[in-house]
């Protein structure tokens, strides 16, 4: 085997030299002013002031959980899904036949 703690004859006869030419990366500091910038930009990238109530906030929320749960019925009652986890079991066992995915799970 190669010792690697030993220099390596040919580049022992590289000499190690500065290159004058190389500046290793400086860190960039960013503007943290930003009260200088907003008054700069137009009226339409500036958001307008809204006017939003606590009525307002419950329907919008109110409306994500009726969402939310007509999601979750759907994938309860979906049988693509299972009928996707089937295909893959059978091909599972098509190509390696005595395999299955209960080996490896822990049982109580």
Not at 9 to 14: G, Y
Not at 23 to 32: F, V
Not at 44 to 63: G, H, M, Q, R
Request: glycine content about 0%.
């Amino acid at each position: 085997m190669d010792d690697t703690d030993k220099p390596d004859p040919i580049l022992k006869q590289v000499p190690l030299i500065k290159n004058p030419s190389y500046q290793p990366p400086k860190a960039i500091s960013l503007r943290t002013n930003y009260s200088k910038l907003l008054p700069t930009l137009s009226h339409t990238v500036v958001p307008p002031n809204l006017n939003i109530t606590k009525e307002d906030i419950d329907k919008w929320s109110n409306e994500i959980d009726e969402y939310k749960t007509m999601i979750a019925n759907e994938q309860k009652t979906d049988s693509s899904v299972v009928n996707y986890e089937k295909w893959i079991k059978e091909q599972s066992t098509k190509v390696a036949p005595g395999f299955d995915y209960d080996i490896l799970t822990p049982k109580k």
